[in-house]
């Protein structure tokens, strides 16, 4: 069963750094490109990041350019993103989201459970 | 950027009635747009990818079609576990960009 699990969301200070994971299990996590998407509370979706399957290949949402990092360890198939100078506005559930493209699936056909990033002081 | 475009924002529908929500792109995405759906709380589900087919454990009742910048999801038989909020999304610009609609709420009449 293919399961994604987030972790490491909470409360931060403006300007603050956080570091968000995503443990990736029931498949072959290397062969897949994956995303970050985030969705403030009562708005909609917002892709924030992807990475390619060897992590050679990486792209961000403007609003998050030059701010966050996403990054993936194949051997412990798990995705990170670096949150930094974190904003009122970065305030959302962060999913990660698997990439079918592998499978011909073409759409995020996997999503963890989300994680909350509140950034108040 | 493409933009996608969701309408109406909430469908008031009853059982059994069908359902039909519409997104248009602001410019041609081709067959690039899948479907979402997603209800209080939880992740989103993929519904519909190429615009049309219909993603692994999906009824039948779901269907989508369009293509160019004009898409439909069509909910045939609406069934209490149908209400949620649907989202559209253009890969068109994949990898570099992915671009979600706003949402339709589709709720029980």
């Known amino acids: 069963e293919v399961q994604l699990v987030e972790s490491g969301g909470g409360l931060v200070q403006p300007g603050g750094s956080l570091r968000l994971s995503c443990a990736a299990s029931?498949?072959?996590?290397?062969?897949?490109?994956m995303n970050w998407v985030r969705q403030a509370p009562g708005k909609g979706l917002e892709w924030v990041s992807y990475?390619?399957?060897?992590?050679?290949?990486?792209y961000y949402a403007d609003s998050v350019k030059g701010r966050f990092t996403i990054s993936r360890d194949n051997a412990k198939n798990s995705l990170y993103l670096q949150m930094n100078s974190l904003r009122a506005e970065d305030t959302a559930v962060y999913y990660c989201?698997?990439?079918?493209?592998?499978?011909?699936?073409?759409?995020?056909?996997?999503w963890g459970q989300g994680t909350l990033v509140t950034v108040s002081s | 950027e493409i933009v996608m475009t969701q309408s109406p924002a909430t469908l008031s529908v009853s059982p059994g009635e069908r359902a039909t929500l519409s997104c248009r792109a602001s410019?041609?995405?081709?067959?690039?747009l899948a479907w979402y759906q997603q209800k209080p709380g939880q992740a989103p589900r993929l519904l519909i990818y190429?615009?049309?087919t219909r993603a692994t454990g999906i009824p039948a009742r779901f269907s989508g079609s369009g293509s160019g910048t004009e898409f439909t999801l069509t909910i045939s038989s609406l069934q209490s576990e149908d209400f949620a909020v649907y989202y559209c999304?253009?890969?068109?610009?994949?990898?570099?960009?992915?671009?979600f609609g706003q949402g339709t709420k589709v709720e029980i009449k």
């Open positions: 999304q253009q890969y068109n610009n994949w990898p570099s960009t992915w671009t």
């Open positions: 029931g498949f072959t996590f290397s062969s897949y490109e």
């Open positions: 990475i390619s399957s060897s992590g050679s290949t990486i």
């Open positions: 989201a698997r990439w079918g493209g592998i499978t011909m699936v073409r759409g995020f056909d996997y």
């Open positions: 190429g615009a049309s």
């Open positions: 410019q041609s995405v081709s067959s690039n």
